[in-house]
């Protein structure tokens, strides 16, 4: 099992940045891949980075360029650097973990919010 707890969410103007973190209980190395998701009013969860327990990451064309996701191995905490926020950003994002297909772990979510 691991518990995720999310931080770094709050206001900002268009074209600002805000970095996200997400402490594990336990040590990321274990974990297959872990993940940064959003999610807008009215709209679906969406998987905006991923990074694996290889270091491999990945990100959806929306943020490609402007989010990179990174972890401190020391301090088991992965972190999501968002530059040149736009107002279509604005959603809570969550902290996802995956051990195996049948043990998915999600944090509680902090909300970020870019004004135009």
């Known amino acids: 099992q691991v518990q995720l707890v999310e931080s770094g969410g709050g206001s900002v103007q268009a074209g600002g940045s805000l970095r996200l973190s997400c402490a594990a209980s336990r040590s990321i190395f274990s974990i297959n891949r872990m993940a940064w998701y959003r999610q807008a009013p009215g709209k679906q969860r969406e998987l905006v980075a991923a990074?694996?327990?290889?270091?491999?990451?990945n990100y959806p064309d929306s943020v490609k360029g402007r989010f990179t996701i990174s972890r401190d191995s020391a301090n088991n905490t992965v972190y999501l650097q968002m530059n040149s926020l736009k107002p279509e950003d604005t959603a809570v994002y969550y902290c996802?973990?995956?051990?195996?297909?049948?043990?998915?772990?999600w944090g509680q979510g902090t909300q970020v919010t870019v004004s135009s």
């Open positions: 990074i694996t327990s290889g270091g491999t990451t």
């Open positions: 996802n973990a995956i051990m195996t297909l049948t043990k998915i772990y």
